[in-house]
């Protein structure tokens, strides 16, 4: 059985406007005036074009106002020189990734959240079966007397039999068993009583 494979919604600007500057120098960061003459290489192409510092990746990304301004500026600039390394120069596609909120689980597998909202449809309760009861054995083990027996499984030669033994009535009933009415007419004997040891005397010693 194959299993369908969940999609995703993902769409790709046909044509993106803005670039990303991958190994910026290091003093791109933190210069004022390279950054300057960095910008300006850019703004030929377009007067507001906006820039974006991620230090930490040693990138830059500038965001165009006209994809074909992007497009113009990375024909010209990519693979250039600035300040001794050569700059490279990609497109920023803009990912979409299915619907911009967060849409709710599908209903098909909502019966499995607790405290479940409700049954799926088509859902019905099942209904216990039938205890098994065997009547035969009931009333052959009614009509036994006691100490008569009764044999439920024949022996085989790999078997062995089942015999069920019914015990014998007692009318004298057992002497050795205790009667709780004796029990309560007889006083018991106190309980002794636990008497504590007694805490020694504290004095104080003399530090050393």
Same mark, same amino acid.
């Given at each position: 059985?194959?299993?369908?494979?969940?999609?995703?919604?993902?769409?790709?600007?046909?044509?993106?406007?803005?670039?990303?500057?991958?190994?910026?120098?290091?003093?791109?960061?933190?210069?004022?005036?390279?950054?300057?003459?960095?910008?300006?290489?850019?703004?030929?192409?377009?007067?507001?074009?906006?820039?974006?510092?991620?230090?930490?990746?040693?990138?830059?990304?500038?965001?165009?106002?006209?994809?074909?301004?992007?497009?113009?500026?990375?024909?010209?600039?990519?693979?250039?020189?600035?300040?001794?390394?050569?700059?490279?120069?990609?497109?920023?596609?803009?990912?979409?990734?299915?619907?911009?909120?967060?849409? +709710? /689980?599908? =209903?098909?597998?909502?019966?499995?959240?607790? *405290?479940?909202?409700? %049954?799926? &449809?088509?859902?019905?309760?099942?209904?216990?079966?039938?205890?098994?009861?065997?009547?035969?054995?009931?009333?052959?083990?009614?009509?036994?007397?006691?100490?008569?027996?009764?044999?439920?499984?024949?022996?085989?030669?790999?078997?062995?039999?089942?015999?069920?033994?019914?015990?014998?009535?007692?009318?004298?009933?057992?002497?050795?068993?205790?009667?709780?009415?004796?029990?309560?007419?007889?006083?018991? +004997? /106190?309980? =002794?009583?636990?008497?504590?040891?007694?805490? *020694?005397?504290?004095? %104080?010693? &003399?530090?050393?």
């Amino acid at each position: 059985m194959q299993q369908e494979e969940a999609t995703v919604d993902v769409q790709f600007t046909d044509l993106p406007n803005a670039l990303i500057a991958c190994r910026a120098p290091e003093d791109l960061f933190t210069e004022g005036g390279l950054k300057v003459s960095f910008e300006s290489l850019f703004r030929s192409f377009d007067p507001e074009v906006q820039f974006h510092y991620f230090r930490s990746f040693r990138r830059v990304r500038i965001s165009f106002s006209d994809p074909l301004a992007a497009a113009e500026a990375r024909l010209r600039l990519n693979k250039t020189d600035f300040r001794g390394k050569e700059l490279r120069l990609y497109f920023a596609q803009s990912v979409h990734i299915g619907s911009p909120r967060l849409e +709710p /689980p599908k =209903p098909e597998k909502q019966f499995l959240i607790s *405290p479940p909202a409700s %049954p799926p &449809v088509g859902w019905e309760q099942s209904h216990d079966a039938t205890p098994v009861i065997n009547y035969d054995l009931l009333c052959a083990i009614s009509k036994l007397g006691p100490g008569e027996t009764y044999e439920l499984h024949t022996a085989t030669p790999t078997t062995p039999s089942v015999v069920v033994h019914v015990c014998e009535d007692d009318e004298r009933g057992d002497s050795s068993a205790p009667d709780d009415s004796d029990q309560d007419e007889t006083a018991r +004997p /106190p309980r =002794p009583k636990i008497i504590q040891t007694r805490r *020694p005397e504290y004095t %104080p010693g &003399v530090e050393q």
